[in-house]
DNA sequence: TATTTGACGATTT
DNA sequence: CAAATCGCCAAAT
């Protein structure tokens, strides 16, 4: 079980209407400090079918600044789909989103 | 085998 | 209050 793997299931685990924070993953998969590990590897993202990047955000409930998986525009459509509340600049409500992993 | 990089996070200036 | 820097961890080259 690579380090990378235990991220994307870990991604595979956000249930619907809820966004997750990279943090929390590199928590969830034992490393605390390993964040931007875990930007990686969605960065990676070999399985973009089973892997909703978009519904990852970083500690300020936002997507990456430097990058978008396809422009925020996308970001703001797939997490309004599922019911999450999305700033124009692509802020969720972590208060109210923020999913919390076991 | 070693060095560099990178969807982050927290702290300091 | 906002921007820049340092620190951590694992993968890629």
């Known amino acids: 079980m690579s380090f990378f793997k235990s991220v994307y299931e870990a991604v595979k685990l956000i249930p619907k209407g809820r966004v997750a924070t990279y943090g929390d993953i590199a928590r969830y998969v034992g490393s605390p400090r390993a964040a931007r590990v875990v930007g990686y590897a969605l960065h990676v993202n070999p399985e973009p079918n089973a892997i909703p990047c978009h519904r990852v955000v970083?500690?300020?409930?936002?997507?990456?600044?430097?990058?978008?998986?396809?422009?925020?525009?996308?970001?703001?459509?797939?997490?309004?789909?599922?019911?999450?509340?999305?700033?124009?600049?692509?802020y969720v409500d972590l208060a109210?989103?923020?999913?919390k992993f076991a």
């Open 96 to 99: 109210k989103y923020g999913f």
């Open 58 to 90: 970083n500690r300020e409930g936002r997507l990456a600044p430097s990058f978008a998986f396809g422009g925020m525009e996308v970001q703001k459509a797939l997490l309004e789909a599922e019911n999450v509340e999305v700033s124009d600049d692509g």
